[in-house]
């Protein structure tokens, strides 16, 4: 039994990297809201600061197999010139489908308000995905088809997206634009995001935010929608709030929710938990759901002697 499920999660990953079921040949994290970095090269420095993010999601858990990813980011801005530059690491792994992602991006930022500034990011980088059935596995389960699996390829890409950010947060971004062929076996499938979002002011020591999202891969395409909810304290002897806690709910048409958590350690040091699970099919895969960590820290910019306060850029 452990091997036919195993078997099947082979079958998953080849079928999701080869094309119309594309939704696992792309990373997915719940916690986007937090790093939209990660989708979109626009939002590369968007908290005009420097930020280390750090992202691990275990999915479908207690299935051999099953998928796995980590991602990290890193990215600064600077004042001077208006502009973000960033950097993204990444390994995603689905039965003996292993997919590594390094990509450098840059940002730069056009204040159209004193409170509000658009920004236009593009992001090169490349991509190497692998697959390797060992001959023995072969023999043992009778398939000369994967025999022939050991597969490993690796190509250019580039993304795109742009971003406002004022009274509310809304973005797009174009991924995975290369020059592909159809024997690239590492060419991921275009791959749209759109997100809108605003912070909505409760009391003094709560905020909601409400989020609403857009993805396109190949022939699937999902809706996401969900709130997060920020708790805050009085900062010292001022009368300055800051973010404590947060929780959120997220929901996505194919059946499929999450729920958040997160703390501030410190007012630069973040940690978040996800858990997600799914309804219909997607239970039957695995009943354990899907839990994803959260790790960032972010601290004044490299290139200014001052910290600025982003209604004055």
Partial sequence: MKKRIYIYSIFLGGLFAAGPLA???DYDFSQRWL???????????NHLATALS?????QWIGTDGAPLSQVATFDTYVQ??????????????????????VKASYAYHIPVSDRAALSFGLAAGWLNRNRNIREEMADEWFDPVLARARIA?????????????GAFKAGASVRHLGFYTSSDFAAPPL???????ARLRLTNAMSIEPCLSYNYRSDIHYVEAGALFYFSQRAGYSYAFRDRFWAGVMYRIHQQAAVQLGVHITPEIQLGYSFDYGFGDLAAISNKGTHELFFAWRFHRLFAKDFCCPALL
């Fill in 23 to 25: 939704a696992q040949s």
């Fill in 153 to 165: 390829d690796h190509v250019p890409e580039f993304d795109f997206g742009v971003e406002y950010r």
């Fill in 54 to 58: 750090l992202h691990a999601r275990m």
């Fill in 80 to 101: 001077e010139i208006r502009s973000a530059f960033g950097l993204l690491i990444l390994h995603d792994r689905i039965g003996y489908l292993n997919t590594y992602n």
């Fill in 35 to 45: 790093n939209e970095s990660i989708y979109n090269p626009g939002a590369v420095g």
């Fill in 191 to 197: 791959t749209l995001w759109s997100y809108v979002s």
